[in-house]
């Protein structure tokens, strides 16, 4: 089980994780008192807890087509004849 780490300790792990990757030796290095199976057990938790908070929805993107004409009064003009 991973100690409890402060706000400024998971400050530190992203930004040294983002900058470094996983050399976790050399990210707790720069964490007193902390062991690199330590950081590197408490980031697997913390982005598996990430990815099941949050749920992705990917926007779907389509082009129409140039010749695609579209008006709002095209239904009303329709019915009036």
Do not use: C
Not at 7 to 13: A, K, P
Not at 23 to 31: K, S
Not at 53 to 58: F, L
């Amino acid at each position: 089980m991973v100690k409890e780490m402060s706000s400024q300790e998971e400050d530190l792990i992203h930004r040294l994780h983002r900058l470094l990757g996983d050399r976790w030796e050399m990210i707790a290095g720069r964490l007193q008192n902390r062991r690199a199976e330590e950081v590197e057990e408490y980031r697997r938790i913390m982005k598996e807890k990430r990815r099941n908070e949050v749920e992705t929805i990917k926007p779907i993107a389509f082009r129409i087509s140039s010749s695609f004409k579209f008006t709002m009064n095209s239904v009303d003009q329709e019915t009036d004849h």
